[in-house]
């Protein structure tokens, strides 16, 4: 196993001021102005991480998931309630909260490696150019990248991409790594390998994250616990399902442990019930 970079390790080794609720949504409330009053898109959501859990959030289209994970990220603006990590009230953007999108928003003029080092540049400024390198082809070569890092973002598929995109969120050694549909624009086999990738590259740093996604195999492979939205407007956490599976997963070792089915059917089961836009009734 190859060794995290000393510039990414030190970075890393701050210690959290509370472990079992390093990142804590508390109230999270998200409201919009409309011409016929306000719309609460998401309503109350409490939710507790510790440091390095891995949370799923899946819901059907509409239910807010987005909405929680850009808040937690700085990009939209909380209306009540609050989001803190490790300690800080969230508030605006900062590369202490990593993101990866569908597209990586990559600059497509330059290639893999100066995409990736524009972010570690700014993240570690005392640690030397040869340190940043380290950084920088350390986490190009754990995606997959090794030879590519010198190909321009506007040469690659969007598989390329989005490895560069993971790349450069692990690469900024972040508190906090949100992914919102990370592999949704992909064809189903390279979706496959990249979760694989992401789970290796994540099984090494043990970051704090939450994926938005609306997979129930990818939420259950990824995740330590599956949060389940209810339909929105007013949408809040309905079901939170606790995955014991054991680490690291691959998608092969998931589809043959016997409990994955147990979940499986539980996550669809909750989803089902929401299937047409609110729950369904009892008859």
């Keep these: ?32 102005p409309t011409p016929k009053g306000p719309l609460t898109v998401v309503e109350d959501v409490n939710l507790k991480l510790r440091k390095g859990e891995f949370v799923s959030l ?17 990009l939209n603006p909380i209306s009540k ?21 569908q ?39 754990r995606v ?7 190909k321009s973002a506007s040469e690659m598929s969007n598989g390329m991409r989005q490895r560069v995109g993971i790349a450069r969120a692990f690469a900024l050694s972040p508190k906090l790594l949100l992914l919102d549909e990370p592999f949704g624009m992909l064809d189903s086999l390279t979706r496959w390998e990249l979760q694989e990738v992401l789970m290796e590259v994540w099984d090494r740093t043990k970051v704090t ?19 389940m939205m209810t339909n929105g407007p007013q949408a809040t956490i309905g079901k939170i399902t606790e995955v014991n599976l054991p680490r690291p997963r691959t998608r092969k070792a998931l589809l043959s442990h ?10 669809i089961g909750f989803l089902e019930e929401y299937e047409h836009g609110h729950k369904k009734e009892a008859a």
């Design 58 to 74: 899946i819901g059907h289209s509409g239910c807010g998931k987005s909405t929680v994970l850009t808040m937690a990220a700085g």
């Design 144 to 150: 997959g990248l090794v030879n590519a890092m010198n």
């Design 258 to 267: 016997p409990d994955y089915y147990a979940y499986r059917e539980e996550i």
């Design 209 to 227: 994250a939450v994926c938005v996604t609306h997979d129930v195999d990818e939420a259950i492979l990824l995740a330590d616990r599956v949060v």
């Design 1 to 32: 196993m190859y060794a995290l970079p000393r510039a990414y390790a030190k970075a890393s080794a701050g210690i959290a001021r509370n472990d079992e609720r390093y990142l804590e949504f508390s109230q999270l409330h998200k409201i919009y």
């Design 103 to 141: 597209s990586p928003n990559l600059f497509p003029w330059l290639s893999a490696r100066e995409n990736v080092a524009i972010g570690v540049d700014r993240v570690y400024p005392t640690a030397s150019r040869a340190e940043r390198q380290d950084v920088v082809e350390y986490y190009l070569e």
């Design 81 to 101: 309630g609050a989001i803190v990590l490790d300690g800080t009230y969230v508030e605006g953007a900062d590369p202490e909260r990593a993101v990866v999108f």
